[in-house]
């Protein structure tokens, strides 16, 4: 039986996700501190990079965050020159989100960091253990959403089938 730093098995699924994800905020944001970034400003960077340019809807769904949320943060990358954004061509109402040149290079640090940070959290881990964690969480994910679906409310509205389909794309891309 293996037990925590607090004396006691953690072995529940959920909470060994919990831990995990607390574990890649923290590390993740000790390595954004000096760039004066928050993990959340690290990965809708990231997906920028990978995807060129999203909408705002787009972008929030591959966050799984809320659309204000999603815009705050937009409007502070913008504000420091990371970010630009502007009317989409193709749709009427639509803004597009792009990095700027400034954006793009910073993305070259954050790259390494992603990279450096993904080799060290799957050390050990073949790649074919890499995608069966991967397909595993994605089945987790779904059954709990299954849950949430039984009792007839969405109680997380970011989280529907197309938003993860949107998630899921970037992250499949990026690997991280």
């Given at each position: 039986?293996?037990?925590?730093?607090?004396?006691?098995?953690?072995?529940?699924?959920?909470?060994?996700?919990?831990?995990?994800?607390?574990?890649?905020?923290q590390l993740i944001a000790a390595?954004?501190?000096?760039?004066?970034?928050?993990?959340?400003?690290?990965?809708?960077?990231?997906?920028?990079?990978?995807?060129?340019?999203?909408?705002?809807?787009?972008?929030?769904?591959?966050?799984?965050?809320?659309?204000?949320?999603?815009?705050?943060?937009?409007?502070?990358?913008?504000?420091?020159?990371?970010?630009?954004?502007?009317?989409?061509?193709?749709?009427?109402?639509?803004?597009?989100?792009?990095?700027?040149?400034?954006?793009?290079?910073?993305?070259?640090?954050?790259?390494?960091?992603?990279?450096?940070?993904?080799?060290?959290?799957?050390?050990?881990?073949?790649?074919?253990?890499?995608?069966?964690?991967?397909?595993?969480?994605?089945?987790?994910?779904?059954?709990?959403?299954?849950?949430?679906?039984?009792?007839?409310?969405?109680?997380?509205?970011?989280?529907?089938?197309?938003?993860?389909?949107?998630?899921?794309?970037?992250?499949?891309?990026?690997?991280?």
């Amino acid at each position: 039986m293996k037990r925590s730093s607090y004396g006691f098995e953690v072995s529940s699924l959920g909470m060994l996700i919990a831990a995990a994800r607390k574990s890649i905020r923290q590390l993740i944001a000790a390595r954004l501190t000096p760039l004066d970034l928050t993990p959340h400003h690290y990965w809708m960077l990231l997906m920028l990079l990978r995807a060129r340019q999203m909408s705002l809807g787009e972008l929030a769904r591959a966050m799984w965050m809320d659309r204000p949320t999603v815009s705050r943060l937009v409007q502070e990358m913008v504000q420091r020159g990371f970010l630009s954004t502007g009317p989409d061509p193709g749709h009427g109402k639509r803004i597009c989100i792009l990095l700027t040149p400034e954006g793009v290079t910073l993305c070259g640090k954050l790259n390494r960091i992603s990279g450096e940070f993904q080799g060290n959290a799957q050390k050990g881990m073949t790649p074919e253990e890499v995608g069966s964690l991967r397909e595993l969480l994605r089945k987790y994910i779904r059954n709990l959403d299954g849950m949430i679906a039984e009792r007839g409310f969405d109680i997380l509205p970011l989280r529907s089938g197309l938003a993860r389909k949107g998630a899921e794309q970037v992250l499949d891309k990026s690997g991280t």
